[in-house]
């Protein structure tokens, strides 16, 4: 009987056992996915192992039909950069369930705490709820969700992900056969509700939102019986996007601006005009960099905490 490795039949190579590599443009490769996908073979689809460039590559194709759904990365990646972190001084960590990695940073902070270089009060937990779950029904389900694969008992904030509701259901961005994002009628003042029984009921030790203009923040706080207030709101905020009139708002009212995107906003088509300029590379901050002897991303943050600003800084 002759036993393959199963290895070589993924794997070709040459008689001198070099892997041999083929030339594909990988955007080609997407646009057959879509077919596949237009053709109800596959509900959603995505990619797997794709660095930032890469995925830029696809997000910016011209007749792009599809994003994207996910960037599956190995799991140990969550938990090796998480305990690596902890290691170095970080105790603020920021994820959520669209991120898909909370059983692995949950694994990272047990690890952590079992090897004696934390106490669980020494980290400060933050987890997002979906949009798919912005149903008061759905509020509670969704933390427990999260806590289950966290594996605590309780997070530290938790915090409304965006103040638009997706409909309900396994997929994190519900399409229809046209390939539109399928929306919810939500209100989020109920949401919030929610939320404020799930901090009574010791889930989560404070309650905020992410990515609230001034006017969704206001219909919280102007809210009949509104019984906390969100104690942060968490939005894109870097020196090309200050959020001045936003942050002043939240001064005002007690509230904590939280800065994501804070070494400047993802180069995604879509998301920034990709003929701005890149925040790191302003001579400014290069100018100011150099005068202190320090690197335009930490003068980046620095300006941030002057501020006020608490600033998330992404791995």
């Known amino acids: 009987m002759l036993l393959l490795q199963p290895w070589k039949e993924f794997f070709p190579t040459d008689e001198n056992g070099k892997t ?3 030339t594909v443009d990988l955007c ?7 077919k596949c996908k237009d053709a109800g073979l596959t509900k959603s689809i995505g990619v797997s192992n794709f660095n930032h460039q890469q995925l830029e590559r696809i997000l910016n194709k011209p007749g792009l039909k599809y994003k994207p759904v996910c960037n599956q990365v190995p799991k140990s990646e969550a938990l090796e950069a998480t305990k690596y972190a902890i290691e170095v001084g970080f105790r603020h960590i920021d994820s959520a369930y669209l991120y898909q990695n909370e059983e692995q ?13 934390v106490k669980r009060e020494d980290i400060f937990y933050t987890s997002k709820l979906w949009a798919t779950f912005l149903r008061p029904e759905l509020v509670r389900p969704a933390l427990e ?20 509701a997706l409909k309900p259901g396994d997929e994190l961005l519900p399409r229809d056969e046209n390939g539109k994002i399928i929306m919810d009628t939500v209100d989020f003042c109920h949401t919030w509700e ?19 203009n001034h006017q969704q923040l206001e219909r919280i706080l102007n809210k009949p019986g509104l ?21 002043d708002f939240c001064k005002s009212n007690d509230i904590v601006l939280v800065a994501y ?19 790191l590379e302003d001579p400014v901050l290069h100018a100011i960099a150099k005068k202190h002897k320090q690197t335009s991303a930490v003068i980046a943050l620095r300006y941030q ?6 600033v998330l800084a992404k791995s």
């Not at 080609?28 to 879509?34: I, M, Q, S």
């Not at 905490?305 to 608490?310: K, S, T």
């Open 227 to 247: 019984k906390y207030k969100p104690v942060c709101n968490q939005v894109e905020c870097h020196p090309y996007f200050n959020q001045s009139k936003l942050l």
């Open 145 to 164: 969700k999260s806590l289950k694969n966290l594996q605590l008992d309780y997070v530290d904030l938790y915090i409304i992900h965006f103040p638009v």
């Open 28 to 34: 080609r490769t997407w646009e057959a996915l879509e």
């Open 261 to 279: 995107a804070a070494l400047g906003s993802q180069r995604l088509k879509g998301w920034v005009n990709l003929n701005h300029p890149i925040l």
């Open 105 to 117: 940073v949950g694994q990272a902070i047990r690890s952590k705490i079992a090897d004696g270089t």
């Open 194 to 212: 929610a939320l404020e029984k799930c901090k009574d009921a010791g889930l989560t030790k404070s309650i905020g939102v992410s990515n609230f």
């Open 20 to 22: 041999l590599f083929d």
């Open 305 to 310: 905490l002057q501020r006020g600003v608490v």
